[in-house]
């Protein structure tokens, strides 16, 4: 049984609570925008979402396994691996099997693929900062550790 087995389904309908107070919606109306925001940058990277996602965590968790980058960049598994595999091609990134394990495989970001993700960094950081126009600091704080509960409720993986 899973944390969401729980919910006997009784609480108000969406209709009842409106599309303004379902915060799944909302999430996902804002990471609509914000990746819209970038869309043209990532166009003259030559950048795909999946992409850019892939760039953006390596960026940070250099050496990743893939199926541990797939849930990082929320990105599903086939669509990872075509993306993987043009950034690969592109000299961006480079596979290399994992030394523990043979049969998995991590993922590093080439000096061409930091240099990518350096470009796109500026726009990401202005469509986070407009995400957070007029928000100050301590209710960003409770906003973020929020989310991070939130996240520790559903998510299946330990990371």
């Known amino acids: ?47 795909t979402t999946p992409q850019m996602r892939s ?16 849930v990082y960049a929320v990105v599903q598994q086939s669509t990872l691996s075509r993306a993987l595999e043009t950034l690969d091609q592109n ?27 350096e470009k796109l960094w500026p726009h990401m950081a202005s469509a986070y900062e407009a995400m957070f126009r ?3 600091e301590e209710e960003k704080r409770a906003f973020v550790g929020t989310l991070n509960t939130m996240l520790r409720n559903v998510r299946k993986h330990d990371f």
């Open 1 to 47: 049984m899973t944390k969401l087995d729980k919910f006997d389904g009784n609480g108000p309908r969406l209709g009842e609570m409106g599309l303004e107070n379902f915060p799944p919606y909302l999430m996902n109306r804002i990471m609509g925008r914000y990746n819209q925001a970038l869309a043209s940058e990532m166009s003259q990277l030559g950048l």
């Open 55 to 70: 760039l953006a965590v390596l960026s940070v968790i250099d050496g990743i396994l893939i199926r541990e980058l797939a």
């Open 91 to 117: 000299g961006l990134i480079r596979r290399k099997t994992d030394s523990n394990d043979s049969r998995a495989t991590r993922v590093f970001i080439t000096d061409a693929g930091r240099e990518a993700y």
């Open 134 to 136: 007029g928000i100050g």
